[in-house]
């Protein structure tokens, strides 16, 4: 029997994770439940952080952790969410972050040329280096004379392997968004992992954008993109660009993986959205589109198509949160999607 971690988490959070493991049950998968709902802001203590080792025990010893959202706007200054989030994806090398777009129903786009909304792709974001590393300083702060340091680390290793899984993913091209015309030291290394990914990978086309580029082809022809393969703070922008395309973030799913220990942790890309927690408004669909990318990640093909399509029905059928333009509560479309199960 595996075993599914759970950090319901902050703000809405709890909520849309309530409805996942609704769905879960209502699929009867003969999976194990380890719900962590100690791990959130009200756990949090300053300089040891709200995830300690026996947490990190636990989640060792599960298949698959579902996530479902970190962070509160008072503790926006301290370690709180790197002591969680970034904690996990260090301690289990979660290097791939894949983020599949897809449109739902062609209202939801935001283009106004019919003929160009629709979006099926998915982002390959490295997860564990560039600009977001850490590492970096400031001399002098807070004063005209103030310097700031941000590193954007790149290493053959890092790079290699998130090049060679976008190819394991894509299913006719990979597409290398970089900027490598200005940043010219990381630029040639991710071209020339990529160079060598594509000798080894005949059969799929290989293309690259620099980043301003890609934000515009997205824009004007989503359609054409199948794997997006950007480092990790141009896949971050890019995914939610993306995101945007297709409905919203609260429809956008992720998963953050290391393919060769198998183990991923799932959450969907909304943040904690404090402002509407416990008032009934989140939209659930981004994590029941996470949790059918968990299943699937576990084998269970079939269950996870059942959520997509469970999603697709709901959606056709207008059963939606008001930020889709519905009137339904959490509580009522998780129903309407059970429904359709």
Not at 211 to 217: H, L, N, Q
Not at 232 to 259: F, T, V
Request: glycine letters at 8%; proline letters at 4%; charged letters at 20%.
């Amino acid at each position: 029997m595996s075993t599914i971690t759970v950090i319901p988490g902050d703000g809405i959070g709890p909520e849309v994770v309530d409805s996942a493991l609704r769905v879960l049950t209502a699929l009867d998968l003969g999976l194990s439940i380890d719900v962590l709902d100690h791990v959130d802001a009200n756990g949090y203590t300053p300089g040891s952080g709200a995830l300690d080792d026996a947490d990190l025990a636990r989640i060792s010893a599960s298949s698959a952790l579902l996530l479902g959202a970190i962070g509160r706007p008072d503790l926006d200054e301290t370690d709180y969410t790197r002591s969680v989030l970034l904690r996990i994806r260090q301690e289990f090398d979660l290097y791939a972050n894949h983020r599949p777009v897809r449109l739902w129903h062609d209202r939801l786009s935001p283009l106004r040329n019919a003929a160009r909304r629709t979006i099926d792709c998915v982002i390959v974001r490295e997860n564990t280096e560039g600009l977001y590393s850490g590492i970096g300083g400031s001399l002098r702060g807070f004063s005209p004379n103030e310097i700031a340091i941000d590193t954007d680390v790149n290493t053959w290793h890092g790079v290699s392997r998130i090049v060679d899984y976008a190819y394991t993913v894509a299913r006719r091209e990979v597409c290398l968004v970089d900027k490598a015309n200005a940043v010219r030291n990381g630029g040639r290394l991710w071209q020339e992992c990529r160079r060598r990914a594509a000798e080894r990978n005949p059969r799929t086309i290989s293309s690259h954008l620099y980043i301003d580029a890609a934000a515009m082809k997205l824009v004007t022809d989503p359609g054409c993109f199948d794997v997006i393969l950007a480092n990790n703070s141009y896949g971050d922008i890019l995914s939610d660009l993306a995101a945007a395309l297709a409905g919203g973030i609260g429809l956008a799913p992720s998963a953050n993986l290391n393919p060769e220990t198998t183990f991923g942790l799932f959450e969907p890309v909304h943040g904690s959205a404090p402002d509407i927690a416990g008032k009934g408004l989140a939209n659930p669909f981004a994590c029941l589109l996470t949790t059918a990318l968990l299943v699937r990640h576990l084998g269970f093909t079939a269950a996870a198509t059942a959520i997509e399509t469970a999603v697709a029905e709901s959606i056709a059928a207008e059963r939606v949160t008001p930020d889709l333009g519905g009137r339904l509560s959490t509580q009522e479309v998780t129903r309407a999607v059970l429904a359709a199960l």
